[in-house]
């Protein structure tokens, strides 16, 4: 039967007779409790048999499952799940439907994602035209824009997808935004155009210079472009802009975790401030948080800080929990100040921004790993890279030696799980350093969606090579966990699948470095149980197997079996976290309201 067909009632419950039961073989596997819900007659990939190399027997499927307390507790045929049945036990039928563990993001920042939303939504512009527009429709209609003097923003604008690929500057900007000081960041956030106002109100000139770290543009005059580029010179302008309040940052994690969800993507792992992981507390204490998040905190943040906020929520909280350390090495190739040990190829007096002198980084991992902390850092270019290996090593060393001698857990490098962000250009070396430190690369395929457009050109052919390279990361047997900086790019899970098996652009017209292409096993791996591991959840998430999470997903159409392109157009039917469904498509709800009548 063909699940595209209106025949598909997902939401419909097929409640089967004492008679028919009773007719049904036992399942050897027996849950603790009787299920609450029961799916059968699916096309369930559970995640048994995928591994990073491929080599393994071909992935385990079964068409039933039985949850109970939020929890998978047997996997099998019809038949032997069907045993478990108890009276008060819901019946789904999938109708052949594809079903696989949800989607674990390994990488995102949900909050700036829905703050985006609630701003100008520059994301897809086409032009500095089109930019333009968006923000003068804002300033006409947004109820937020009706104060004098309040402050516009809004992000997601790529010069590198426009006709000019110019940078917008303050004086368009200033066309645009009736007095506002107003501030909006590209889309990778390591730049933003900022007007005159927003200049003034923070005190910059032509004559303020550049802090450590960051960097502030100027005209062959002298004179104040608008382009802010890296952190530190970026919030010389943020120090200025009032903060969300507690309600905006509920609204905006909520339209971000809508459209996780709808996306097919149960678990994130994500950078976001302080005062949305409080907003995220909120969300979970009063039952309204249907996404598992692991929370990052700011690396650079005091030690005494840090350790007080672990301290503040438990580790074991399934649904959220504060994690890893995010530490930033450097910015993006697509804005040119990832750090490299070579000046660009198309911009030969420019290598980049460091964040960090070595020592001082080295010094700064060392106490936060002896203090029993995850590390991970953002590093893009060649020679950032470098920066953070050298620094984990250094931490890796400090954290073994605290151990006690007759300790039985003391930790070996792979055991710390420490990560490295993006990952996108490497030194010939330093895959092997990945690996014998034990290193995760944590990155997000679709990035080359539109990287490929100018990566080489950035540089050069030779270095083109060591970037992007996953399938190099895999055979030098480094963990590979998948995710998209969701909102630099789409949290589309379909599109970073795509990506990874074609390395081509999205019309099928251009490839990158072919060689480094991985099967789609070893993607979805990558974006389930690797991601899984990233954060030590990999015993509790990224399979379909008894003891799990309930956390899966329903898809239109199998996509071990569809073409790349298909992979592209994939839609989610429904969404379970923890066995409850959290979204249903728009079809399925209408279809359901149908039957109902």
Known sequence: MNPLQPKFLLPTLLLLTAAALAAQSLNTQTPVSPPDTIYLHGNILTGAHLRPDDTSATPARVAALAISHGHIVAVGTDAAILRHKAPQTRIVDLHGAFVMPGFNDAHTHIASAGQQKLAVDLDGTTSLADMLQRIRTFVATAPSAATPGSWLQGGGWDHTLWPTRLLPTRADIDAVTAGHPAVFYRVDGHIVVANSAALVAAGISNTTPDPAGGKIDHDANGVLTGIIRETPAIKLIEAHIPPPDLTTRRQALNLAIADALSHGVTSVQDNS?????????????????????????????????????????????????????????????????????????????????????????????????????????????????????????????????????????????????????????????????????????????????????????????????????????????????????????????????????????????????PQEKLTLNQAIYAYTQASAFAEFREHQKGRLEPGYLADFIVLDHDITAVSPQQLLHTQILQTIVNGDVVFISQKLATHAANTSK
């Open 273 to 513: 401030d302080w005062e949305d992981f409080l907003a995220l507390e909120e969300l979970e204490h009063t039952g309204k948080l249907h996404l598992r998040v692991s929370e990052w905190l700011a690396f650079d943040t005091p030690l005494a800080i840090l350790k007080e906020r672990r301290a503040s929520h438990p580790a074991d909280d399934p649904l959220l929990h504060l994690a890893m350390l995010k530490g930033f090495m450097d910015g993006s190739l697509g804005s040119r100040p990832a750090a490299m040990a070579q000046p660009y190829t198309a911009d030969p007096s420019n290598s980049g921004i460091p964040r960090y002198r070595q020592q001082d980084l080295n010094q700064m991992a060392s106490e936060r790993a002896a203090a029993g902390f995850q590390l991970g850092f953002h590093a893009i270019g060649d020679r950032a890279n470098s920066y953070a290996l050298n620094a984990l090593s250094s931490a890796e060393q400090v954290a073994t030696s605290v151990n006690q001698p007759d300790s039985t857990a003391v930790p070996t490098p792979a055991s710390l799980r420490y990560r490295i962000e993006h990952a996108q250009v490497l030194l010939p070396a330093d895959f092997d350093r990945y690996a014998h430190e034990g290193i995760i690369a944590s990155m997000q395929p679709s990035h080359l969606l539109t990287d490929m457009n100018w990566a080489e050109a950035r540089l050069g052919p030779e270095r083109a090579k060591y970037s992007y390279a996953w399938k190099t990361f895999l055979n030098h047997n480094v963990t590979l966990a998948f995710g998209t900086d969701y909102p630099v790019e789409s949290i589309n899970p379909f599109r970073g699948l795509y990506s990874a098996i074609t390395r081509q652009n999205e019309a099928g017209t251009m490839t990158y470095q």
